[in-house]
């Protein structure tokens, strides 16, 4: 990435997101255009969302998450609840960028 | 001049590579499943379907201690309002079984670390960008087809029913009293869109840009009565810079109100995402394709600028990273348009440094 572009790209992306800004020379391949995202930032997030949500045998109780039990029942007082009764085995049930597959009770 | 925002031949194709990060945010649920807990204060889209091809989804308003009933109704096959469904008083005794814990097993935690990522991707969808659309919170939303259902459909209709009523002297009004009165007619009717059946899902009504030329003409005939013969220069301008286009669109359409549009784009965005709709990805197709090619905004309304910078960059950090370099996908409308935005900032700052 030349120079200038480098510079035009701090320019253009809020200060916050200016971090997330690659070489991609580094890595001897040819520069894409348009914005460049860093591949490590995404694949750490993905690994995070994947083994953040390791789901219990029997109940959709959550396991292996940073969170503790302070952090938890402040978050529950806050917020609130979507109950869905009777959702068939199968249906994909997504709020924002999550979706939960609803699994089959024989498994 | 980069190519202009007409529809990309394989809108679907993109539609498909584009969904793909969301595949690693999927999780399986136990069988003891019921329902969510923990949703932050505020705007959320639920979504549900038995795949991507047909999913429906539901704006919710949650609030501390907010309970948002749903039952899956097998004869529709569909989720339905628990308050319509559910016998007297088990609602209730719900509510008070959920705020007391009984069913905490049984519920979900919204997942803390997307709670960002939606925060970036939604927060200019205001309630009133949602009701300028059709889709209030609790509406159900289908992913439509392209054809139907559109801004388009409804201006066709007042369009027709006002050349069936206009006279012989009407018929001589210049071409911005046209426009005008079309705009106000488009205004007028989709304010009078009521559904009939209110269960019914139904599909986001987004507004349409005018064409930069028609918005040449309509803002040059305000001083002159006769019809308007733009000079080529002015076409070709803009052409280029599409801030005029934009403009006339933000006061037609949104009372000259940025942020209203910039909500727009983002609700087009998420119901590409998370419905799969097409009409959806050609509005926020349009809108970014033009947004990318206003030449001036920077300067003439810088805070708009960083906003939709913003929001541009929630949006382009879930394109898959090699979105860019594959064969199939590196011809889309975003190079062109990225192109575009970065031709024009360059410019600017090698203006400002003086090389």
Redesign the interface.
């Known amino acids: 990435m030349g120079l200038?572009?480098q510079?035009?790209l701090q320019?253009?992306?809020?200060p916050f997101?200016r971090s997330l800004i690659i070489d991609e020379s580094d890595r001897g391949e040819s520069p894409?255009?348009?914005?460049l995202?860093r591949?490590e930032h995404?694949r750490k997030l993905?690994e995070?969302?994947?083994h953040?949500?390791h789901?219990?045998?029997?109940?959709?109780?959550?396991v292996g998450?940073a969170?503790d039990e302070n952090e938890?029942r402040m978050?529950?007082?806050?917020?609130?609840?979507?109950?869905?009764?009777?959702?068939?085995p199968?249906?994909?049930?997504?709020?924002?960028?999550?979706?939960?597959?609803?699994?089959?009770?024989d498994? | 001049m980069t190519s202009d925002a007409s529809p990309q031949p394989q809108p679907v194709l993109h539609l498909l590579i584009i969904m793909f990060?969301?595949h690693?945010?999927?999780?399986?649920?136990?069988?003891?499943?019921?329902?969510?807990?923990?949703?932050?204060?505020g705007l959320?889209?639920?979504?549900?379907?038995?795949?991507e091809a047909d999913?429906q989804g539901m704006f919710?308003n949650?609030?501390?201690?907010?309970?948002?009933?749903?039952?899956?109704d097998?004869t529709a096959e569909d989720?339905t309002r628990?308050d319509a469904t559910?016998p007297e008083g088990s609602l209730a005794s719900?509510a008070s079984a959920?705020l007391g814990g009984q069913?905490?097993?049984?519920?979900?935690?919204?997942?803390?670390?997307?709670?960002g990522?939606?925060i970036n991707?939604?927060n200019c969808i205001t309630q009133s960008v949602l009701s300028r659309c059709g889709v209030q919170p609790g509406a159900k939303i289908s992913p439509g087809t392209d054809a139907g259902d559109s801004e388009q459909t409804v201006t066709a209709a007042a369009d027709t029913t006002a050349q069936s009523t206009s006279t012989d002297s009407e018929q001589t009004v210049t071409a911005a009293a046209d426009t005008t009165a079309q705009s106000t007619s488009t205004a007028t009717t989709s304010a009078a869109v009521v559904p009939y059946f209110a269960d019914l899902a139904r599909v986001a009504r987004f507004s349409t840009m005018s064409a930069p030329h028609q918005t040449l003409s309509s803002s040059s005939s305000s001083s002159s009565s006769s019809a308007v013969q733009s000079e080529p220069a002015a076409v070709t301008h803009a052409h280029m810079d599409r801030l005029g286009q934009v403009q006339e669109l933000v006061q037609r359409r949104f009372n000259g109100s940025w942020k209203e549009l910039l909500g727009e784009l983002q609700l087009a965005f998420v119901l590409f995402l998370?419905l799969s709709s097409l009409s959806a990805f050609k509005q926020w197709q349009q809108l970014t394709a033009a947004l990318c090619r206003c030449e001036t905004v920077a300067e003439s309304d810088a805070g708009f600028y960083?906003s939709y910078?913003?929001v541009l960059?929630a949006q382009?950090?879930l394109?898959p990273?090699d979105f860019?370099?594959t064969e199939l996908s590196k011809k889309n409308f975003?190079?062109s348009s990225?192109?575009a935005?970065?031709q024009v900032?360059?410019a600017v700052?090698c203006m400002n440094l003086g090389v």
Not at chain 2, 103 to 115: H, K, N, Q
């Open positions: 200038l572009q510079a035009h320019l253009l992306l809020p997101e894409a255009p348009g914005f995202i591949a995404h993905r995070q969302q994947q953040s949500f789901v219990a045998a029997d109940s959709m109780s959550m998450t969170m938890a978050r529950l007082q806050a917020g609130g609840f979507l109950i869905a009764l009777d959702v068939p199968g249906l994909q049930l997504g709020i924002d960028c999550k979706i939960y597959q609803v699994r089959h009770h498994v | 990060l969301l690693d945010t999927q999780s399986q649920t136990g069988p003891n499943f019921k329902g969510i807990k923990m949703i932050p204060p959320h889209l639920l979504h549900y379907g038995s795949s999913r919710l949650a609030s501390a201690g907010s309970i948002d009933v749903l039952r899956w097998p989720l628990g559910l719900l959920v069913l905490d097993s049984s519920l979900g935690p919204y997942p803390a670390e997307e709670a990522m939606w991707l939604s998370l960083k910078i913003r960059h382009l950090k394109v990273e860019f370099a975003l190079v990225l192109s935005m970065f900032r360059i700052l």
